[in-house]
């Protein structure tokens, strides 16, 4: 499955970005007058607009090879949604997205915006564990990965996407760690670790992915979205501008199918 590629340094759109979502439902009129409404659950879609200027000359030849490749409006592709979360449950580590291992979880604690949806996370074990979580993101995508952490002990943290990582140090003042940048190249998934040393408990909140470089306003979430791979170019053609040399400016509607 082809992604809808990443411009800059790693981001997917420019400002202002447009975004509609829709939804459908079935109506059935009786000869009586009575009506019956229901929704139509795969009826539903998300329009994009995607307004470009300066792109350069790789970056305007990386959106015509995808909608080259897509036969302009046939094809399908993965588009990752840039306003959105991708995580599931950024404060429920008790539900199935996240891998828990033998890590053990107390929510309830205060978080750094002074309520209490925090999860006190504790190592009992002699080894380093992880708390994970795996999306449907190639490898080759850039996301940031980011949450916040306290412990009443100093101690260190280890956040981590496939092979990459970072580890920070940790103590008594809530901090925001971030690990920006891609994972695995070619592969299809990527798993976000957060990484907790032997015999330490710390307070974790606001865990984060976004497809850019560097962290942005925290969302909470519930059931994972923002991946969606059914993807489509909305019309079957794709003009481009150049504006100055090596520079180009286009813009593209998407409709991804939810």
């Keep these: 499955m082809s992604f809808y590629p990443q411009i800059g340094q790693g981001t997917v759109s420019q400002f202002p970005l447009r975004r509609t979502r829709s939804w459908r439902a079935i109506t059935n009129q009786l000869e009586s007058g009575e009506q019956f409404i229901v929704p139509d659950a795969l009826g539903g879609q998300i329009e994009w607009y995607?307004?470009?200027t300066d792109i350069s000359d790789a970056e305007t030849a990386s959106l015509s090879d995808l909608f080259t490749a897509s036969f302009g409006g046939y094809g399908s592709f993965t588009?990752?949604?840039p306003l959105a979360n991708l995580l599931g449950w950024s404060e429920d580590f008790s539900k199935p997205d996240w891998q828990f291992s033998l890590l053990t979880q107390s929510p309830g604690?205060?978080?750094?915006m002074g309520t209490q949806r925090a999860s006190s996370v504790a190592n009992g074990t002699t080894g380093a564990l992880p708390l994970s979580q795996s999306l449907a993101i190639s490898g080759d995508y850039v996301t940031?990965?980011?949450v916040w952490v306290?412990?009443?002990a100093p101690g260190a943290v280890t956040l981590?996407?496939?092979?990459a990582q970072v580890t920070s140090p940790v103590g008594p003042q809530w901090t925001r760690l971030y690990l920006s940048g891609t994972g695995t190249a070619g592969g299809a998934t990527s798993t976000f670790s957060i990484v907790i040393p032997a015999g330490q408990t710390v307070s974790v909140?606001?865990?984060?992915?976004e497809a850019q470089p560097f962290p942005s306003i925290y969302r909470q979430t519930g059931a994972a979205l923002g991946i969606y791979?059914?993807?489509?170019?909305?019309n079957d053609d794709l003009t481009v501008a150049s504006t100055a040399p090596g520079l180009s400016a286009c813009s593209i509607k998407l409709i991804s199918r939810v």
């Design 50 to 52: 995607l307004r470009y």
């Design 79 to 81: 588009f990752i949604d």
């Design 109 to 112: 604690a205060t978080d750094p």
């Design 144 to 146: 940031c990965f980011s």
């Design 150 to 152: 306290y412990a009443n």
């Design 160 to 163: 981590q996407r496939d092979g």
């Design 205 to 209: 909140f606001g865990a984060q992915v």
């Design 229 to 234: 791979d059914q993807t489509y170019f909305a």
